[in-house]
């Protein structure tokens, strides 16, 4: 079935993930050629709907969008009528109007993509929204894995830091689980929810962590900003109770693990400067694939439906209703 | 003159329906009996099965007036109230200007009193204009017969502010009302913190916010020897800890519980469903259970709404910048029917003791029963009818419910109010 739309990886199916993965495969090659662009999406237009300031991500899907010779529009948040107190449903009912196919978003608001994805006809790709979700970035981290485990079931990563502020952690994680890999959760206690799924380990100590045995360490940045209370005393604490020091490099150099990061990184903190010349350093591998897993979603999406969940449906969520069979 | 035939009668003290005919005379019930003679020009109702109840009162609404009149006014929320079978009313005092002196109640009052077919009562605020500083003007309000102090929709942050304002109005007779919630644990999100917050990336509102403020507001009240009557509870934690004070039986302690609070869970927001944003938050169905069981133990006194009208532009916002709450008054009634008497969970007199009889008597209100010289105040209900809520249908300004364009068992066939017939269908 075509999709309008990418809003989270739980709504993805396993078929869907591998098709996407052996597209991006497909994409990455177009890399090496001399004229790194492709017709798919000609005639196209793409707009960059981008309410957080993203470089990375942003940046990505702009050349993941020319790639496919699609146009590409940036919506000037700081410069638009939004700062003048004009409503998300007004600014998309106004894109709406300019028939645009693909409205890339990035929002601080959780679930705010799929809101807007309700609203009109064009595919909505969520490049972030709060702490919900961020399926691209899944889809790369997954991506940037399988180029090292062709087979990564039974693999093992640790995703280490901010848990309760990432959507990065909930969308890869749920992703890689998908694909078999196993998944625990490392960091301070008041970051990493007692509530999350069950299926994901829970450390708050790294040794005991580390003990679990990894294949990746997949560290978070710690989003200072996002946090409205003090969660852990300081950044210094962090580092020597959370970090990748240089005496836990070596560690992890001998075990042969690799590290992956989403970037921005904040050198001292998480991680110490010599990371960034680790020879297991995926850092630049996400980046560099996340251009090709952007054009494998850009030409998978069916611009033009409805989406599926337009009107709002009393219980049609999948809660258990038991009061509701009466 | 009006004579239902045959109807089955509900009453706060028997679990048996009682079946008869009903004659209303002048507003006033003048006999109840088998076979009844048809007094002439009387008006003859067949009522046999349906069920006729004293009508509902509701402890718990925001009617939205003064101030904002974009999503509710009292006429428009009196008529709901009616739509769902209510003929009385309490507002809570969260409006602009908030419901803080003698002048804005008597505002209200003079309004209710030409806008409204049924009474409509107010609360007023604890502290001037809800800022939990400085006292509001407690006298004027009560010599125009406020007897609930509220700053509903915030808890009274201070606590040595709540025990002044407690041992100061406690001498005038009048009671308090609790919304409960530590801010700074709750956050502005009004969703549970839980398994949902987690899936949804929506920091939570902990239980433990509202627990707290529950046995804090009882603690003070047991010190200043106030009534304390605790407003919407939506934790199992927040149920026990009334039930252990009121086990104690030291301090006057009454509680409410909101019909959306035992039917629905945080599971149902769903995908960011704002029709089900309400604080406190819809919790999990081990919270509800439990809320369930106290209904039926005693531990919640009433049930009340909450009712609580937004446009559908403010709720068409995302799920974090929306508005709290929910409106009631149109569902409350065949909901409760629908999901708990009619499977058997509890029946009829539970619905007539605590949302008919206790209400009233927590605002010091007769009760209406269905018996021979009281007033006619009461509601025909049809069990095998349905109710489909639609935008047509619904009389509220506002449709923010999980109840729209649903259809659910029963429907309020016929509002007696007095000489009047409020609504019949």
Not at chain 1, 43 to 60: A, D
Not at chain 1, 235 to 262: D, K, N, S, V
Not at chain 2, 97 to 115: H, N
Request: charged letters at 25%; a negative charge.
């Amino acid at each position: 079935m075509a999709r309008k739309d990418l809003l989270d990886i739980a709504s993805l199916h396993r078929e869907e993930i591998e098709f996407l993965l052996d597209q991006s495969t497909s994409f990455k090659q177009v890399f090496t050629c001399s004229v790194k662009k492709v017709p798919a999406l000609e005639g196209k237009s793409v707009l960059m709907l981008f309410y957080e300031p993203s470089t990375r991500t942003h940046t990505s899907f702009e050349v993941a969008a020319k790639r496919l010779s699609a146009e590409v529009t940036n919506f000037n948040v700081a410069h638009s009528s939004v700062t003048k107190g004009e409503s998300i449903r007004e600014t998309v009912e106004t894109l709406q109007a300019m028939r645009t196919d693909y409205i890339v978003v990035r929002h601080s608001r959780s679930g705010l993509p799929g809101m807007i994805a309700r609203q009109t006809k064009a595919s909505v790709i969520n490049a972030g929204d709060g702490a919900h979700a961020h399926p691209t970035q899944a889809l790369l981290d997954a991506f940037t894995i399988k180029e090292k485990f062709p087979d990564p079931r039974g693999k093992k990563v640790l995703i280490i830091g901010d848990i309760l502020h990432s959507r990065v952690a909930r969308s890869t994680s749920n992703l890689l689980q998908k694909l078999g890999v196993e998944v625990a959760y490392l960091g301070p206690g008041s970051l990493v929810p007692k509530y999350g799924p069950e299926t994901i380990r829970r450390f708050t100590d790294y040794d005991a962590a580390m003990a679990w045995a990894p294949d990746v360490v997949y560290l978070l940045r710690v989003q200072m900003e996002r946090q409205d209370v003090q969660f852990f005393p300081s950044l210094r604490e962090y580092h020597r109770l959370y970090g990748i020091t240089t005496e836990r490099l070596e560690e992890i150099r001998q075990r042969g693990l690799y590290i992956m990061h989403p970037g921005p990184v904040n050198r001292g903190v998480e991680l110490c400067d010599a990371v960034m010349d680790y020879e297991r350093s995926l850092i630049n591998n996400q980046v560099e694939n996340g251009i090709a897993v952007r054009m494998a979603v850009l030409d998978w999406l069916t611009p033009g439906g409805e989406s599926p969940r337009s009107e709002p449906t009393f219980g049609r969520s999948a809660a258990p209703l038991p009061h509701f069979t009466a | 003159m009006l004579l239902l035939q045959n109807a089955r009668i509900a009453s706060e003290n028997s679990p048996t329906l009682l079946e008869g005919d009903v004659l209303i005379v002048e507003g006033k019930i003048q006999d109840v009996g088998n076979n009844l003679a048809i007094p002439e020009g009387a008006r003859v109702i067949d009522a046999r099965g349906r069920i006729l109840m004293p009508a509902m009162f509701d402890a718990h609404v925001h009617f939205r007036a003064p101030g904002f009149e974009n999503k509710e006014t009292i006429t428009t929320g009196s008529e709901a109230a009616i739509n769902g079978g209510v003929t009385g009313v309490v507002m809570m005092p969260n409006t602009r200007p908030a419901i803080d002196s003698a002048a804005v109640v008597a505002t209200v009052l003079e309004s209710a009193e030409r806008k409204s077919r049924i009474p409509v009562y107010t609360s007023g605020c604890v502290t001037k204009d809800r800022q939990g500083k400085e006292l509001a003007e407690i006298d004027g309000m009560r010599a125009l017969g406020v007897k609930m102090l509220t700053d509903d929709g915030d808890t009274t942050s201070d606590p040595a502010v709540l025990l002044r304002a407690m041992q100061y109005a406690t001498e005038f007779g009048m009671f308090f009302a609790s919304h409960c919630e530590v801010p700074e644990l709750a956050g502005p999100r009004s969703l549970n913190e839980g398994v949902m917050s987690y899936r949804l990336g929506i920091k939570g509102s902990p239980a433990c916010a509202e627990e707290i403020i529950i046995d804090r507001d009882i603690r003070l009240a047991r010190a200043a020897g106030a009534h304390i009557h605790i407003q919407h509870v939506s934790s199992k934690l927040g149920m026990e800890t009334i039930r252990w004070w009121k086990s104690r039986g030291d301090v006057k302690v009454t509680a409410e519980v909101a019909p959306h609070h035992l039917l629905f869970t945080d599971e149902h927001i769903g995908d960011y469903d704002t029709n089900y944003k309400m604080n406190p938050p819809l919790r999990t169905q081990a919270d509800c259970d439990a809320l369930l069981e106290g209904l039926k133990e005693g531990v919640f006194d009433l049930i009340a709404t909450d009712h609580a009208p937004h446009t559908p532009f403010e709720k068409a916002q995302d799920f974090i910048s929306a508005p709290n709450g929910i409106t009631g008054l149109e569902t409350a009634l065949v909901s409760l029917y629908h999901f708990f008497v009619r499977p058997g969970k509890f029946g009829w007199d539970l619905v007539v003791k605590r949302y008919s009889a206790e209400p009233r008597r927590l605002m010091g209100l007769p009760v209406p029963t269905i018996e021979v010289g009281q007033p006619a105040d009461c509601v025909l209900f049809d069990t095998e009818a349905e109710t489909t809520f639609t935008k047509e249908f619904m009389k509220s300004k506002s449709q923010n419910t999980p109840f729209i364009n649903q259809t659910l068992n029963g429907r309020v066939d016929m509002v007696i109010l007095g000489t009047e017939i409020l609504l019949e269908r």
